[in-house]
């Protein structure tokens, strides 16, 4: 979603501030601007509609500079893309204000604001903050006061900055419901929505827990709880770097990021797997006894994580543990049944997805047995929240359209499913069998990828589809769910997924000549089948695009093919991913999408 930096130092900030949100741009965005405090006591504003680089020749044609400056890209969600609605809003020359999130009373307030004699140039939420914010400074006469004393009206989801031209020295920051992190530096301190926009001036990090407000100076950062009680809260210091999300020789991110998959598949099993047998201990201490209390799992989670949730079910209740998946954003809104022994797990690449934050919030009153998240981001909100974290240590995933961080995904629930199968009498045979071809994992993506021409080569036959059906059987099907996604976020054709089996309660209706058919087929109980409902596609003229084992023996008639080989069973659904991924990314390609920033998407939905 949108992103927020800010700076006060003894130099020009606004380099600092270009920069920050040049590294948020992956977020999804539709506007930019910033604010600064000049030598003069002036706040000067810029704001564009379109792209960071739009703002930057705004600034070319007209330089400003100063000390203390806040800066934001814009998600739309109150008010259409526009540079009146665009952040930073202001009221008057009082106060300038970046906001993520949704407030939700913000007609109530903008009403009682109007009755004050306040006029609003925008649409937004955010402007109604601004004018609270300038209405109690002029009573209270104190920044930090105002925030304080703002934030108890506020409705809602929000990680706020705040400078105003009359405090050079301070800037007053408040979250709640959206991340916010404070970067650490000598003489001169940051913050931001992301670390990531950071690493280029600090790899010194605290972060701000729910309900907190900050003061930031130069020298000296004072942070209070949600009680106004002063609080310290932990520095962290971050591995990351500032070239940790470059693309390299890579034409996209994304396409870095398919190819990572090797390396941080190994990554996130190293330390967790050692001669033949699976390392509880690796996740944490207290994991232990929530694996011996469980009983049933409730996975919770949304888009991408979701599908992983979905084999995960199939996995879990291979091995004797009861598993439901339910997506995030309807989880609050129904009565939740908890069985004796459930935990709730959640997953999310960032750990800051609201719906899934939300839920865990909800599911804390409901008798789970605890709370587990599989999650990319060590300092989110969802690992501090939950009781016991895997990570999935997939780095930085930069492109919306997350790849990396679902296939980690998939290997960390491998892993969860291993502890909890030594719980319903897995044997050490057994056991070391599937470490086995854990192993194995990373070098069998490693092969997949040498497809990738040939791959390119059948994303051809899609450059001019407006639509696709993807087909797959069990734990195939949350894995067509899967790359039906990809390919409609990144390519804009409309793509659907549905178990094989359903061809013919309706789908097989659209099948025609102009409708390609994905479909994998590993070398599974189920293949026949499959092979059986593909034959029903070929009758009705449709063309099919196939992705097989080696073993597997195709009798159909006008069909692509690409075969994997050395496809171990119980893994076999995270390596058949990567080449559909590659299929979405060169389709993409093909059409001339953006495929790092798909329109309308963000790449951490951190509002409802």
Known sequence: MCGIVGAIAQRNVVPILMEGLARLEYRGYDSAGLAVREANGRLARIRAVGKVARLRELLQERPIEGALGIAHTRWATHGMPAERNAHPHMSGERVAIVHNGIIENHNELRDR???????????????????????????????????QLVVRELVGAYA????????PDRMVVARSGSPLVIGLGVGEHFIASDVFALLPVTQRFVFLEEGDIAEIRRDAVRIFDVTGAPVVRPERVSQLTATTADKGPYRHYMLKEIFEQPTVIGETLEGRIHQGRLLEESFGHEARGLFDRTQGVHIVACGTSYHAGLVARYWLEEVGIPCSVEVASEYRYRKVVVPPGTLFLTISQSGETADTLAALRAARRMGYVGALTICNVPESSLTRESDVAIMTRAGPEIGVASTKAFTTQLTALRLLTLALARRRGMTREQEQALVEELHALPRQVEVVLELNEAIRAMAEAFADRKDALFLGRGTFYPIALEGALKMKEISYIHAEAYPAGELKHGPLALVDADMPVICALPNDHLLEKVLSNLQEVRARGGELFLFSDKAVRIELDRYQNLTLSDICPSTAPITYSVPLQLLAYHVAVLKGTDVDQPRNLAKSVTVE
């Open 160 to 167: 706020l900055a705040v400078v105003s031209p009359d405090d």
């Open 113 to 147: 604001l109007k009755g004050l004699g306040y006029v609003f140039t925008s649409d937004t939420d955010t402007e109604v903050i601004a004018h609270l914010l300038a209405d109690l400074l002029r009573r209270e006469g104190d920044l930090l006061r105002a925030v």
